[in-house]
């Protein structure tokens, strides 16, 4: 028996089907991805950079989200929903009640074993195209190191790794200073965690 082909959804279907869903999804060429629920690493280090971003802006004019505010790739047509995001200046969204951002400054990640290629790959090849976009940056959950991509004046993107909960990360868009020692506050890797093989990734 041929397998049947997945019907194609447009984007205002996949904005509708979220609109009523209880779970989030990624959305890409016309397919819909469901996202499964981060570990308590997961959560708590994207609580920890939250809420430190949001302390050091408090008063300035950038927004700090959290993984529930959509973000639209317009040159791509990809949708997700990054584990924090800031944006300085005003936020432009495609949509109302303003679900969809569409101009971020900057897109943090939570790697996990299931999207680590994905995060490094497809995803970050998606977001390199947003013009606002000037850093991004992957945070470990099973050891103390956060990759940090930041776009050049020539376009091309430079990679700084840091490493150890004495290194700080220093986010010059947004002005805003990272220490891998509260990024980690709390968090407590699994024994296994450095033996533990990554996986391929799709979005989902």
Known sequence: MTPQP??????????????????????????IYAMTGGTEAHNLLAGNIHATLHAQLRRR??????SDQRVKVVATGLHTYPDVTVVCGQPQFIDRPRQTLINPTVIIEVL????????????????????SLQDYLLIAQDNHRIEHYMRQENGEWLLRDVTGLAATVVIRSIDCTLKLDDVYEKVAFEPDDAERPSEAAEPR
């Open 6 to 31: 997945k019907p194609f959804i447009t984007e205002a279907a996949y904005l509708a089907f979220e609109l009523a869903s209880t779970l989030k999804h990624e959305y890409f060429h016309g397919n």
């Open 61 to 66: 004019p950038c927004k700090t989200y959290t």
């Open 112 to 131: 996990s074993p299931s999207t680590e290629r994905y995060d490094r790959g497809m995803k970050f090849q998606n977001y390199r195209t947003i013009p």
